[in-house]
């Protein structure tokens, strides 16, 4: 079986205290045809001291100042020389040393091939399972977690890179960007553990919401417009029930 090359990119700042757990969750994967590379944003915190200890499991390094975690994360695309591509923050972690290796034999078939991450809550690091089974539908209501996706690199090539405009979903939008578009496969496995407390899950993305629909409509289509203000319509209206019986 021909193994692709898989490109694990890992965007950081002043993430010292979790930065070694991804490198080492990284560098354990079974799978033999992978490349790692780690896009810093100037870290002062001794995070660099800790990623100079695996300077020799790591094939490209780069610490400068960037315009936030997407355009590192562009950054990683531009270097990155792997057929297929996966982001996994600082603090992330594969869920076990074997995911590479179960996921290899699908990524030459499908050009999108995406699992189940499990999210840690930031208050009592409660886990749960973040489903990544989606359907065009289920994509207008919450975003696929990246940490659960393995892209193939051309997917960047032909429609573009993260939109930096979007501070803090840019990669929901790429996600709609190029859904419909991709052959896609769904497997019923734990990628990755995500590290509780990130930007997403601390604010949201304001003009991300402004313009939602319009992105629905231009990538999805109008009949997934209808469906998500239906949603918005009658999810409105059960809290105004529930507000009136109380």
């Keep these: 079986m021909d193994l692709p090359l898989i490109s694990i990119i890992t965007v950081v700042l002043n993430s010292v205290d979790c930065i070694e ?7 354990n994967q079974t799978y033999p045809n992978k490349e790692y590379i780690i896009i810093d944003g100037g ?16 094939n490209y390094f780069v610490s400068e100042p960037d315009k936030g975690i997407y355009d ?3 950054k990683g ?19 076990n040393n074997e995911v590479l290796t179960q996921v290899a034999p699908f990524l030459n078939k499908y050009d999108f091939v995406y699992g189940n991450v499990i999210l840690k809550s930031p208050v009592d690091s409660k886990e749960i399972i973040y489903d990544g089974k989606f359907s065009s539908y289920k994509l207008t209501i919450k975003n696929i977690c990246h940490q659960g996706i393995f892209y193939d690199k051309g997917l960047f090539t032909k429609y573009g890179h993260y939109d930096l405009m979007y501070k803090i979903w840019a990669d929901y939008e790429f996600n709609l960007r190029v859904f419909r578009k991709t052959k896609k496969k769904y497997l019923n496995l734990i990628i990755a553990i995500n590290k509780p407390g990130g930007i997403s899950q601390q604010r949201e993305d304001e003009l991300f919401k402004q313009k939602r629909l319009y992105l629905i409509n231009k990538y999805l289509g109008v009949h997934y417009c209808l469906l998500y203000l239906s949603r918005k319509w009658i999810s409105h209206l059960k809290n105004k029930l529930i507000s009136f019986l109380k």
């Design 77 to 95: 695309i531009k270097y990155a020389k792997g057929d297929k591509i996966i982001f996994l923050g600082a603090g992330d972690c594969f869920y």
């Design 43 to 58: 870290s002062t915190d001794g995070t660099l001291d800790i990623i100079k200890k695996y300077d020799g499991h790591i």
């Design 21 to 27: 757990n991804t490198i080492q969750s990284v560098i």
């Design 72 to 74: 590192a994360m562009n």
